[in-house]
């Protein structure tokens, strides 16, 4: 990647959704970009991007990995303006019925790989004084998901990690905003085995909206974005009702009897 003048971000799991919108938003306020994802869709996305007159370099690397997130920060030959954390896998099902691999890929795409990337920009930012982070939480995070366990378990992680490192890096030129979205019209649910799950049956939203919303607040320097009214609702819902309550709605209906609007 030759240096330039333009700025310069990274965006993980960028080959389709809301990371290829993500990134396409950053490409088009004129950001070279560095996009990752652990499918070969990725060169596709990446040709798609450069259209927008930007340099564009891909890398299919799966950040589960033990070394994913070191080879795709050391791909990086100049200082990152900005990092588009949004990489992540979900998993459907009940927790004793789901295979102990992909619950430990799960957990590993969305924690592990995500935090290992932050660890090393955000500490390369802070150096400089100077750089952001938008990290793609959820409003899953903030309920307890039957049925989806795992996922919520790890997007309520990556909530609460997003407003520590936050406060932990007021006042040094470094700012983290979280993206919690809701259901998204992407490839998700149908890849993560839950298109029956309560999440995946509410009125979905375009990823080029959730993309947009979480691109700008993270511009502006914002400590998160919930974006659409219902998920506002939600949210604060879930700040009132206790947990069992919210659990026991998230049961019904039961996985493999949900109908899609």
Request: glycine share 10%.
């Amino acid at each position: 990647m030759s240096a330039t003048t333009r700025p310069f971000a990274i965006v993980t799991g960028a080959s389709s959704g809301i990371g290829f919108d993500l990134a396409r938003c950053a490409a088009q306020a004129g950001y070279d970009l560095l996009i990752a994802a652990d499918e070969p869709q990725i060169d596709a996305a990446a040709t798609a991007l450069r259209t927008e007159g930007v340099t564009v370099e891909a890398m299919q690397i799966d950040l589960a990995s033990p070394h994913g997130a070191e080879y795709l920060y050391a791909a990086a030959d100049r200082p990152v303006d900005v990092l588009l954390a949004n990489a992540g896998r979900g998993l459907g099902g009940g927790f004793l019925d789901q295979d102990l691999e992909r619950i430990h890929h799960v957990i590993d795409t969305n924690v592990m790989g995500t935090i290992n990337l932050i660890h090393r920009v955000a500490g390369e930012m802070r150096d400089r004084g100077e750089g952001k982070i938008l990290i793609t939480g959820s409003i899953a995070g903030l309920m307890p998901g039957t049925f989806q366990a795992i996922y919520n378990g790890t997007k309520a992680f990556l909530d609460s990690f997003s407003y520590a490192l936050r406060a932990e890096l007021e006042d040094s030129g470094v700012t983290v905003t979280c993206l919690m979205p809701g259901a998204t019209e992407t490839e998700f649910f149908g890849r993560a085995e839950m298109p029956d799950a309560t999440i995946g049956t509410e009125k979905w939203q375009r990823p080029t909206d959730v993309a947009k919303a979480g691109f700008e607040a993270m511009l502006r320097g914002e400590g998160e974005v919930v974006t659409g009214w219902s998920n506002k609702l939600r949210a604060a819902i879930s700040q009132i009702l206790p947990s069992a309550t919210l659990a026991e709605r998230h049961r019904k209906p039961a996985p493999g009897t949900a109908k899609h609007s």
